[in-house]
């Protein structure tokens, strides 16, 4: 099993920013991407950033972010955050931490999730 514990949501004003963090543990041994979804109230869960723990070099995002969220790992491999810049209205979610074997950006593809943290955007 594998435990995902984020952290970092708050509430800022548009045009701010968050740094959203998410530690892996356990049996990390099996995981190649970690992810960042998103939901928002009656919305589905979309994805917003991932990238490779294993190279560390691959990362991806959708146009709805691009340019504006930037995934990295920390100092440790299972370690990464999510940094969000120039938020709007509708970047408004709860944002979960996501990890599994495969990369692609869909959530039927993670097997770990975490407990997610609520960001909200608004004047």
């Known amino acids: 099993q594998v435990q995902l514990v984020e952290s970092g949501g708050d509430s800022v004003q548009p045009g701010g920013s968050l740094r959203l963090s998410c530690a892996a543990s356990?049996?990390?041994?099996?995981?190649?991407?970690m992810a960042w979804f998103r939901q928002a109230p009656g919305g589905r869960r979309e994805g917003v950033a991932r990238?490779?723990?294993?190279?560390?070099?691959?990362?991806y995002y959708p146009d709805a972010v691009k340019g504006r969220f930037t995934i990295a790992q920390g100092n440790a491999k299972y370690f990464v955050y999510l940094q969000m810049n120039s938020l709007k209205v509708e970047d408004t979610a709860m944002y979960y931490c996501?990890?599994?074997?495969?990369?692609?950006?869909?959530?039927?593809?993670?097997?770990?999730w975490g407990q997610g943290t609520q960001v909200t955007v608004s004047s």
């Open positions: 356990g049996d990390t041994g099996g995981l190649r991407c």
């Open positions: 990238i490779n723990v294993v190279d560390n070099t691959t990362t």
């Open positions: 996501a990890a599994g074997p495969s990369c692609l950006l869909t959530a039927a593809n993670y097997h770990y």
